[in-house]
């Protein structure tokens, strides 16, 4: 019953994102240019290039991980929206840690930058966990606002106390060779960050689902007050749950700098905390679907880039699809059944009939 | 043609039948009672009147009229008012506020104070004492109930449904909220009045109608009935209260709290030097209504509330600073909340999930962090046996279930862990007479094998019938203690009211 | 610097900060609607986006910034019953509408904004609204550059704080909408659509969270750039906890963020030696301080944040 529910709900979210395509080329053709050729563009770049797969897989692995920091918190009813801010986090302490660790080997060096990387995420996540947990301010707000704070750190450190002497631009000096990570693709950028990824999603889906610890984060998300009844720290799950997904975008952060950039700039993530909420809504909160919906997203941004040239399309048009792709999926998450049907009646006050509660208590 | 009819209703919901082809006429300027059992459909029923539901098939005549309410707006404008037995009032508005609050046009100015001088009259017409400028979370429940019914007044319904009106006032409120709504009949408005207590409809009715499951068994003029025959028909056969002999006197004292101070949520005092001694194998009941400390009371003992002062004994062992996971399995506290929904149970999980919700952490039911769902499924199995839960498996999430199911696996839950000490609250709210029964008999068994329990209902014919002593709350504190039996009704009602013993000469 | 700096310093300062405070303000106005009617509008960010969008583009298209304010408040409003329709139509939780509502309109605004105005996006300049110095007031020391000697949007802002709050607690329509946000079922009980005053509260909601971003174009920089809003609609969020969910409050607690970011403006130009993002933070970083300070007793309307199904109990 339950697998057949979630099913339809993939094939709902499968629904709602080919219809935002089809809004997207409605957009394309409004500037003139020819959607089949755009979008063939795209997914050709995107997947069935070498170098654009590449491209693809780098502009995945923080994306994935960014929406696995979305998912954590989400199990135990908090939303953190922070993911960018966490990223800037991970990255600084990553590369501070790549450049004053003294000379390691590798295989300890990666870790230990990345263990660094992970730490600042999950301190600067786990700050709106104790705001939260201790004094009720709404994490949404403190997510958002600490966010805008990381990236003017990181900004501030680049172009002052970390600047590389002689830099044209605020950014840091490069790391050493051996904090920098192996690459999955020769020749390429694309680097083993994905594995990271991969690997994270298995072990949460693993977590929610078969552990005593899933279930714990699961009772407080839904109902904080039986999960004090049944011997729970609420405030403490908030926290932990906060500051894990803190240390998967931190790790996001840290492995675009140990893997990609191998230095520290202003503004070196483009966003990837807030595809990774967009991820997280594709993938309905589902960790065994994040890799899907993360390499969707990352896809578009990478074949973005060559819709220009060949198709005659600002790449920009990406961004509008995946705003459409984001309204359309939270539409659909509501939606049971009959769409033209449930949009007229939300005029009306009706009852959504899948979330009555059984109908026997509801008499007197 | 009578004033108000309604005629063959039905609603469903999905496949559930909750009312089938209801049929009722009530002449104007009388009051009808309508009778049943908790779920026997008479909220239904009344909701629909009021435009809350929509019924799935039939028609409502007002006055030879044809309507049709799609909200309560439309109910409103046709002169029907319903009070309902949670009020539904803005607890942050003043009283004002929320008589005058959807009257008149969007852009007329407020003028509250023309509003609260008419109100006034209002409520003194009817003997419906209000403070108007008051916001109502100020207010006792009472006075919310009597802003409710003038703000139903105040829009002109000339058809008042009053919803288990008398389930939060104190016996001797009852009396003159009783005399009220007869001045309300006598001048001119029809009621209808929803409730399962016999002396209520044989006190005010001109007329009952009994319902049982979603259908109307009986009308009866209240000159050709008595309180026998309803009893019989609203629930169909008779009934029995339930006894069993206790088989040992109490034991030694297991629960000892002496003198627990506690805050409401508005920092009211919620408790005040509150102590008491439950014995091994003894029920101590705790009769009041709602909202008088009970549930700081059961929340304390159970570590989900910390006191402001005083201390709790289990057994030798102080536990005053223990938290909620030490006092369940180390003074094997066990706990029936009153919120079923919201704490018992997590709704959206499935059942078998909800036995192991106190548990799951631990061994047998997880090991090294890792779930046995096997265990889990098994004991869901063997519980629902024993406790009689009935539904098509244990994955179903226990959303779907009935009252009466979902505090069957509470209950199971909270006895199977062998406590010593089980504390329940409003154990039998809302439930059918059936789940009662079994809800009581599972209590006694647990009493008789020497569990210490705090019986804790605002349904004092409840606590009276299992309970060995009577503690009787108010405003925080224990008024007075008697043994079932041997006090009256009244006294008690005296007593759930605040009046000690020697006031009420 | 001295330690007493000199009172021109300080009418600067209060000038632009009374400037900068004016689209937080309009969004806090409008946020404070949303939420007194029971829904959080963390959309406010993407809604100012997108009327500042819209500034510039019925500006950029018609000449005349009076049809570009137009054009981004009715934006503003379309964008606010999208989110209506999203979380009271089809009950979709109000923080991932609100999300989602914002990742919308930061995607559509870059894309028509660069189909619309060229490369890069940021190409066309457009003319705006001049500031209305008001005769005599305008020369008063200290305070007469900052309240009587601004663009016409500045002026309307406590007029339209004025008006809301006179709606709120002094006519049905804002019992109303107060009713629905602290007990929708008491409300829709005593016969109020509680659906349809939501509606109309987002859409109005909407609509000053895009006067906001008009006035970013038209009174400040008059050109539209990706994701100009910059957070401020993240801001006005705080500024309405702060302001206690009353529009006088938002409006006053708004004016305190637009200070600290006039304040960092005048810092960085004091201090060119010091990178100037650290104090970019500024006003961010008083928002959070502010909120965890403030916060205690703040209480908001009862039924914001919850799905209003009269047959669900």
Redesign the interface.
């Known amino acids: 019953m339950t697998r057949l529910r979630d099913a339809l709900v993939g094939l709902r979210v499968v629904m709602a994102v080919a219809v935002a395509l089809g809004l997207g080329s409605l ?1 394309i053709l ?2 003139g240019a020819d959607p089949v050729k755009a979008y063939a563009a795209l997914v050709h770049e995107a997947l069935f290039d070498y170098w654009g797969l590449s491209n693809t897989i780098v502009k995945t692995s923080p994306i994935l991980l960014a929406s696995l920091a979305v998912m954590v918190p989400l199990r135990a009813g908090v ?1 953190n ?1 922070g993911g960018e801010g966490q990223i800037y986090m991970g990255g600084l302490f990553g590369t501070l840690a790549s450049l004053h660790l003294p000379a390691l080997p590798s295989m300890i060096a990666i870790p230990s930058a990345l263990l660094c990387a992970m730490l600042g995420g999950a301190l600067w996540a786990g700050i709106a966990g104790l ?1 939260k947990a201790w ?4 994490e ?3 997510t ?6 990381a990236i ?2 990181v ?2 450190a680049v ?2 106390p970390m600047i590389a002497s002689g830099a044209p631009y605020p950014y840091s000096d490069e790391i050493p060779e051996q904090y920098r990570l192996p690459l999955l693709m020769p020749q390429t950028d694309a680097h083993i960050g994905i594995i990271f990824g991969l690997v994270a999603a298995g072990m949460i889906a693993f977590i929610f689902a ?4 899933g ?2 984060l ?2 407080v998300g ?2 904080p ?2 999960a ?4 729970l720290n609420v405030k403490a799950h908030i926290v932990a749950s906060m500051a894990s997904g803190g240390m998967l975008a931190g790790l996001a952060g840290g492995i675009e700098v140990l893997g990609l950039k191998y230095r520290l700039f202003h503004l070196f993530s483009p966003g990837y905390g ?1 595809d990774g ?2 991820a997280a ?1 594709i993938a309905n909160a589902n960790p065994a679907f994040a890799p899907l919906s993360a390499l969707f997203l990352g896809a578009l941004k990478s074949g973005a880039s060559v819709m220009q040239r060949a198709a005659g399309v ?1 790449g ?9 792709v ?2 359309l ?3 659909s ?3 049971k059944g009959d769409l033209l049907g ?2 007229i009646e ?8 899948a ?10 | 043609m009578s004033y108000l009819v309604l005629d063959r209703i039905s609603k469903r919901f999905g496949g559930f039948s909750a009312l089938s082809n209801i049929s009722l006429s009530v002449e104007r300027g009388t009051a009808r009672a309508v009778l049943g059992e908790n779920g026997a459909g008479k909220t239904t029923l009344m909701n629909v009147l009021f435009g809350l539901y929509r019924p799935t098939e039939g028609s409502i005549q007002i006055d030879g009229k044809a309507v049709s309410f799609r909200s309560p707006a439309d109910a409103i404008i046709n002169g029907v008012g319903m009070i309902h037995q949670h009020m539904h009032l803005a607890e942050a508005l003043t009283v004002t506020e929320n008589i005058v609050l959807g009257l008149g046009g969007l852009h007329s100015p407020l003028n509250l104070r023309r509003h609260s001088a008419k109100i006034a009259a209002l409520s003194e017409r009817y003997g419906l004492a209000v403070e108007p400028d008051q916001p109502v979370w100020k207010l006792p429940i009472g006075m919310r109930q009597r802003v409710e019914i003038l703000k139903m007044l105040y829009r002109g319904a000339k058809i008042l449904v009053l919803d288990e009106p008398t389930s939060v006032l104190a016996p001797n409120e009852i009396d003159s909220f009783l005399e009220r709504v007869k001045a309300l009949r006598d001048d001119g408005t029809t009621i209808l009045f929803v409730t399962h207590k016999l002396d209520e409809v044989m006190r005010i009715a001109d007329a009952v109608s009994v319902m049982r499951h979603g259908q109307l068994v009986a009308e009866r003029d209240i000159g050709h009935t008595d309180v026998r025959q309803l009893s019989r028909l609203m629930v169909g056969r008779d009934v029995e209260p339930v006894r069993i002999p206790r088989l040992a006197a109490p034991g030694d004292p297991v629960l000892e709290c002496v003198d627990l101070v506690a805050r409401g949520e508005r920092g009211l005092t919620a408790l005040d030097r509150v102590s008491l001694t439950i014995r091994q194998g003894e029920i101590l009941g705790v009769a009041g209504i709602d909202g008088n400390g009970q549930s700081e009371l059961a929340e304390i003992i159970c570590g989900l509330r910390k006191p402001e002062s005083g201390s709790i004994r289990a057994g030798a062992a102080e536990i005053t600073g223990l938290g909620v996971s030490a006092r369940m399995r180390g003074s094997r506290i066990g706990f029936v909340p009153e919120d079923r929904h919201g704490t018992g149970l997590v709704l959206d999980h499935s059942i078998a999930t909800n036995f192991v919700l106190r548990s799951f952490r631990r061994r047998p039911v997880s090991r090294l962090g890792l779930i046995n769902a096997r265990f889990i499924a098994e004991q869901a199995r063997r519980m629902m046996k024993r406790y009689d839960v009935r539904s098509r498996s244990p994955a179903q999430p226990a959303r779907e279930l009935s009252g009466g199911n979902q505090q069957k696996i509470i209950l199971a839950r909270e006895i199977e862990a062998g406590p010593e000490i089980l504390i329940v609250m409003q154990a039998t709210k809302g439930l059918d007479v059936g789940a009662i029964e079994f809800v009581q008999r599972k209590i006694l068994e647990a009493r008789d094998r020497g569990v210490a329990v705090l019986y804790i209902s605002t349904e004092l014919e409840h606590v009276a019938e299992v309970a060995d002593r009577i503690a009787v709350m108010h405003r925080g504190r224990f008024t007075g203690e008697v043994l079932p039996g041997q006090a009256t009704a009244e006294h008690i009602g005296l007593l759930m009211s605040g009046l000690s013993v020697g006031e009420q000469r | 610097m001295s330690f007493l700096p000199d009172i021109s310093l300080i009418a600067v300062l209060l000038a632009s900060g009374v400037r900068l405070a004016t689209p937080i303000g309009f969004a806090a106005l409008g946020g404070v609607l949303a939420e007194r009617s029971g829904v959080y509008n963390v959309g406010l960010e993407g809604m100012m986006l997108w009327g500042a969008f819209g500034a510039a583009a019925g500006t950029y298209l018609t000449g005349s910034p009076v049809a570009g304010l137009v054009a981004g408040v009715l934006l503003g409003a379309v964008a606010g019953l999208l989110l209506a329709l999203l979380c009271v139509g089809l009950a979709v939780n109000q923080l991932v509408a609100g999300i989602a509502i914002n990742l919308l309109c930061a995607g559509l605004t870059a894309f028509l904004a660069r189909a619309l105005f060229g490369l890069a996006g940021g190409g066309t300049a457009v003319s705006g609204f001049a500031s209305l110095p008001v005769p005599y007031l305008s020369g008063l020391p200290l305070i007469g550059t900052a309240l009587f000697n601004q663009d016409p949007l500045v002026y309307m802002l406590p007029v339209l704080v004025a008006v809301v709050t006179i709606c709120l607690y002094r006519t049905q329509a804002g019992l109303r909408l107060r009713a629905a946000g602290e007990s929708p079922r008491a409300a829709d009980s005593a016969g109020v659509n509680v659906t349809a005053v939501r509606y109309v509260s987002l859409a109005l909601s909407g609509a000053f969270a895009a006067a906001g971003g008009c006035h970013l174009v038209l009174c400040q920089v008059y050109i539209f750039s990706e994701g100009m809003s910059a957070g401020k609609g993240f801001i006005a969020l705080a500024a309405i906890i702060l302001g206690r969910w009353h529009p006088v409050g938002a409006v006053v607690a708004a004016l305190f963020f637009g200070l600290c970011d006039a304040l960092q403006l005048q810092l960085q130009f004091s201090n060119p030696l010091v990178p100037y993002q650290i104090f970019l933070i500024l006003p961010f970083a008083a928002s959070l301080v502010a909120l965890v300070w403030f916060n205690k007793g703040a209480r908001q309307p009862a039924a914001t944040g919850m799905v209003f199904d009269r047959e669900a109990r």
Do not use: C
């Open positions: 957009l409004v500037t939303y929206i705001l004094r009720g301010i709404n949404v707000i403190v958002l606002l600490m966010n805008y704070i003017h750190v900004s501030f172009s002052g078969r552990t005593a610890t279930l714990s699961d009772i839904k109902s007050r039986a004090r009844y049944a011997g807030f909420v967009v809504f600002e920009t048009v990406v961004d509008a699809i995946v705003g459409l984001v309204i999926v939270a539409g998450l509501a939606w449930g949009l939300g005029f009306r006050l009706k009852p959504t009939s979330d009555q509660v059984n109908p026997t208590e509801r008499q007197s």
